[in-house]
DNA sequence: TTTGTATTTAGATATTTGTCTAAATATATA
DNA sequence: TATATATTTAGACAAATATCTAAATACAAA
């Protein structure tokens, strides 16, 4: 979880996340939608992978980066226990939250 | 969002937010539990309080804390948007998310 | 009022973080 | 092979962060 809250502590590697919610884009793609150098959202997306939120994929001469929804159902659980829902709750116990 | 994903981006900040889901705390008792001091703990605290994570409140010379589900619930539905979850995409929906 | 307890504020410091430019690596194409 | 494109790595630096000690504030009780 430690990795997860790092990446998610910054509006840019946020931002990202909604970008790759439309679809996989390529590095490339994705640093033109920032302004910033591309070396700084190679870091962005460096942390966004040490999180596993995302995954990234060569494909030839490009790398095409996605969204990793595994790791995104992880933070949801850990997010659940603290929630009031009651039936967010129970749905949290199928999904099988052990605490951590 | 902001305040929230920095609050949460520290592993004590998080330990004191499960010491609260067991329920209320005073910022001594809070203290009590770590190995810092109580003016880093009282830091903690603040930024919890500035995320809205947490409330406070006098009660004579003591300072309750407890947690804020009103926040949480939020973060639920920021993360949800992510989620592969379709059911829990629905109840999204139903909780009135419209992005940010 | 004086003393003690609870908590925060102030100020200092070492570490981490986000950003940049320059250079390196990898692949595609002429 | 030589050149161009895509991306990352390396190194530097300013800003933000987590921690500490010392001091200040607020309240309670003797």
Known sequence: MNTVFKALNDKTRRDILELLK???????????????SKPTISHHLDLLRQAELIVS???????????????????????????????????????????Q
């Open 22 to 36: 439309e679809g996989d884009r390529t590095a490339g793609e994705i640093a033109d939608h920032f302004n910033f």
């Open 57 to 99: 994929e060569k494909q030839g001469q490009f790398i095409s980066y996605s969204l990793n929804t595994t790791v995104v159902d992880e933070l949801l659980k850990w997010v659940l226990q603290f929630s009031s829902n009651a039936s967010e709750k129970a749905k949290n116990k199928n999904l099988g939250y052990e605490g």
